[in-house]
């Protein structure tokens, strides 16, 4: 039953194709297009040195990851929309048997808590996981079930296996360094409380480390060889006062955060709560210790997330440089896998002592399983283009006929516009959105456009302290990326320095909407395009 329930889950994807909608932001704006383009740039094997010329005139390769990775192989090997699906089936497959595992083997191992078992798994399956950190997260109860096993001295070589494996359909960056790190923390912990070494449960962690560092060997090379800036040296996080610091760590254990949605705050937070009020009622303290732990887990990665961008932190990370370059705030990244082993054990202390026990059990998870429904693409993202809308490949072989040169002999930029619909398209693009490309190319780009800052605090704290979107903003468009050809928006004191553009190779801009005064920044509209069945209107403009 859960299977055929996973399955109807994933069918939107197998069934619409690229008229599936699917999320946007860090996926369609970004991911896809990446993937896409490492595929056809001939660089998937290319050196720790190498460039792709289509993006802001030379990204640097290791900027798209490891060629180790699994879901850069759905990629090459299969059309966007299959590999997606693919992926999406990959991941919440393995999440569930993780998690399934994870809870007979070492949490409600008897016969009378399978239900519990079966609803959790299913319902940590169905989370609306960040698409492209596959199994970074969800692959965090498989990875515990092994390191227990290895732990306890009963493992097999499937534990051996699953610490081999999950290293090519994860990501160290996005969940598993903490998650080491914790296995490290237990094991130290094991130590100090039962003076045993359990040399075995170390080299376990040391050894799925190791095989990280192995895939992940072109992030380690940056991270150790590479000297010259880029654009993660100036991520600067610590800038929260302490009150919103404190209600961000309320909102983050209430609602979670994007890349690591649990839609915990409905169901799963009261069934803590209510759990909690048994233990209290029945003083349970000792007999449910590991459910308290767990929750109180849960708040302090909510607070050690909010504290993170803290202003209090500015004496150190202006002393010690990498605490702004990689993002420690990600340990809340194990929520996940907390929140949902306490919701397994939530419902068990439930189950045990409540009046109607059993009753109230099923309700919890049919009533999660149903929250979690309500979150599947189709249903939050209708609103929002389909795949083939957002990328419009028609439109744009419209552009690119119409304009009549290779398509590497000019460069594009674009208003309004995410540059992953140009990229993928096959376009030349001196924008982009990527967290890892020279910081001189950050700064050379930034004249185009430095007016526009000016008159923008907001855009320019976003662009000047953090710059992953290299967009060209405006004052008057603000944050905004998208614009769809329904659009009333225009542009009528846009003031950009064509001269640094067309130093950059710079040709054409497509802009979702018009530049009313275009002639002054040395810009002619040449063309306009709408596609009848797709989101965008373009204005083609040429620099003069």
């Not at 233990?279 to 997330?305: G, P």
Request: net charge positive; hydrophobic share 45%; aromatic share 20%.
């Amino acid at each position: 039953m859960a299977f055929i329930i996973m399955s109807l889950y994933l069918s939107p994807l197998y069934i619409l194709g690229e008229n599936a909608h699917i999320r946007v932001h860090d996926n369609l704006d970004s991911n896809l297009a990446w993937y896409k383009v490492l595929k056809e740039s001939g660089e998937l094997f290319g050196s720790p040195e190498a460039t792709i010329p289509q993006i802001i005139n030379g990204v640097p390769r290791n900027a798209f990851g490891t060629e180790w990775s699994g879901i850069v192989w759905l990629h090459v090997l299969f059309p966007t929309m299959v590999a997606y699906a693919l992926s999406q089936t990959i991941t919440r497959v393995f999440a569930f048997i993780g998690m399934y595992l994870l809870l007979k083997t070492h949490f409600l191992k008897d016969q009378e808590w399978s239900y519990v078992r079966v609803g959790v798994a299913l319902a940590f399956s169905l989370t609306p996981f960040w698409p492209s950190g596959m199994l970074s997260t969800l692959g965090m109860p498989l990875a515990l079930w092994a390191f227990l096993n290895i732990r306890a001295h009963q493992n097999t070589w499937k534990d051996y296996v699953t610490l081999t494996l999950l290293p090519f359909y994860s990501s160290i960056v996005l969940g598993f360094f903490f998650f080491l790190f914790a296995m490290g923390a237990l094991w130290l912990v094991d130590l100090l409380r039962l003076k045993r070494w359990n040399l075995k449960f170390l080299i376990s962690i040391f050894y799925m480390t190791f095989i990280y560092l192995m895939v992940e060997y072109r992030l380690v090379y940056s991270f150790l060889f590479s000297s010259e800036a880029n654009s993660r040296d100036e991520y600067f996080h610590a800038r929260l006062s302490l009150w919103r610091s404190i209600r961000l760590t309320f909102k983050n254990f209430v609602l979670g955060h994007t890349h690591v949605m649990t839609v915990h705050g409905l169901i799963i937070l009261p069934v803590t709560f209510f759990a909690f009020y048994i233990i209290y009622k029945n003083r349970l303290w000792i007999k449910e210790k590991l459910f308290i732990y767990l929750m109180i887990l849960n708040f302090i990665l909510s607070t050690w997330y909010a504290f993170w961008f803290y202003k209090g932190w500015l004496p150190l990370t202006e002393r010690f440089h990498f605490l702004d370059t990689f993002n420690f705030a990600r340990f809340h990244f194990l929520r996940p896998l907390v929140i949902y082993v306490g919701f397994a054990l939530g419902l068990a202390i439930i189950w045990k002592y409540a009046y109607q026990s059993k009753k109230l059990v099923v309700f919890f998870l049919i009533a999660q399983l149903f929250v979690l429904g309500l979150f599947n693409d189709e249903i939050i993202y209708r609103n929002k283009p389909s795949v083939k809308e957002f990328y419009d490949p028609k439109l744009f072989e419209q552009i690119e006929q119409y304009i009549g040169l290779p398509k590497d002999e000019y460069r594009v930029a674009s208003i309004g516009l995410h540059p992953a619909v140009s990229q993928y398209n096959g376009f030349y693009t001196l924008d982009t959105y990527n967290n890892f490309y020279p910081l001189s190319y950050k700064y050379k780009f930034r004249e185009i456009f430095e007016k526009e800052l000016e008159k923008n605090k907001k855009i320019r704290e976003y662009f000047d302290e953090w710059g992953g979107r290299c967009y060209i903003f405006t004052d008057e468009l603000g944050k905004h990326y998208m614009f769809s050809k329904r659009t009333k928006k225009k542009l009528e004191h846009l003031e950009l320095n064509m001269i640094p553009f067309k130093e950059l190779g710079g040709a054409y801009i497509f802009s979702t909407v018009p530049i009313l005064n275009a002639d002054e920044n040395f810009l002619t509209l040449d063309s306009t395009f709408i596609s009848e069945t797709g989101y965008w209107k373009i204005y083609l403009y040429k620099t003069m």
